[in-house]
Structures are given as C-alpha cells and as structure tokens.
C-alpha cells in the first residue's frame, strides 16, 4: 500500500508454480542469452499473450466500461458524492487507489460495488469496510 505523497508502484509481484521441465527451458533460453533472466522471459511471454488478445480485451473493457489505468478516489470526490446522495459503482482494470484519508464510513456511504482487475490500493479499515462490495 503507498504511503501518503509517495507514488502507487507501477507492479505487482505475483507467484506461480512451472514444472521443471518447463523452468530448464527457461534457465537454457537466459543461459544461451535469448533472455537476460527468468523475469526477463516471463515477462516478455506475458506481453506477448496480451498482444495476441488485444482486440478481445478492447472489447471486454469496453463492453464491460472498465475504467483503464490508474484511478484514483479522492477524499473530497468520495464527500461530493455523498453530499449529492449518490453511490460509486467502481469498475477499474489495473489500479484503484482510495486516497489514506478516506475513513472506513465514507467509503462504505459512498461506494455501493467495488470490481478491480489488478490491484486496489487503500488502507485496511477501507478494505474491511468494502469486503462485502468487492466482486
């Protein structure tokens, strides 16, 4: 979670299990220099997939009306939607971030689902607050 005035990472570490098969191919590809690292290929493999369902995502995102990126919610945006007596439905694909000054109860008053593709960013009261609104 970012700390406030610090900038939200621009990663996420994620873990996965490959069969030894496959992580010796791997090692031989970075050893005979193809790949500068086992990330380095990951990555790439990664990107390439992404590349290859591009229109799909397009698509989804668009069918779907996914905010794309990075986007943040301000404690002052979340008052002015209380204060219109209205409710969030937050569709974000990549990264959310509740500001640190949002409290628990505002989030909760003013965010009626919360559907993040990626990461969300906000403190563990929000979090707590909005578990039952994360699809």
């Given at each position: 979670?970012?700390?406030?005035?610090?900038?939200?990472?621009?990663?996420?570490?994620?873990?996965?299990?490959?069969?030894?098969?496959d992580?010796?191919?791997?090692?031989?590809?970075?050893?005979?220099?193809?790949y500068?690292?086992?990330t380095d290929?990951?990555?790439?493999?990664?990107?390439g997939?992404?590349?290859?369902?591009?229109d799909?995502?397009?698509?989804?995102?668009?069918?779907r009306k996914?905010e794309?990126g990075?986007?943040?919610?301000?404690?002052?945006e979340?008052?002015?939607v209380?204060?219109?007596?209205?409710?969030?439905d937050?569709?974000v694909?990549?990264?959310?971030?509740?500001?640190p000054?949002?409290?628990?109860?505002?989030a909760?008053a003013?965010?009626?689902?919360?559907?993040?593709?990626?990461?969300?960013?906000?403190?563990?009261?929000?979090?707590?607050?909005?578990?039952d609104?994360?699809?």
């Open positions: 979670m970012s700390t406030v005035g610090s900038r939200p990472p621009e990663s996420e570490k994620i873990t996965t299990n490959l069969g030894l098969v992580l010796g191919q791997i090692d031989l590809l970075v050893r005979e220099g193809f500068s690292n086992r290929f990951i990555r790439t493999a990664i990107r997939q992404l590349d290859r369902h591009g799909a995502v397009k698509q989804l995102v668009s069918r996914l794309l990075l986007r943040t919610y301000s404690r002052q979340l008052e002015a209380r204060a219109a007596g209205e409710r969030l937050i569709q694909l990549g990264l959310a971030v509740i500001a000054d949002v409290s628990g109860e505002l909760r003013t965010i009626g689902s919360l559907q993040i593709l990626g990461a969300l960013h906000a403190s563990d009261e929000v979090k707590k607050a909005l578990e609104r994360m699809r």
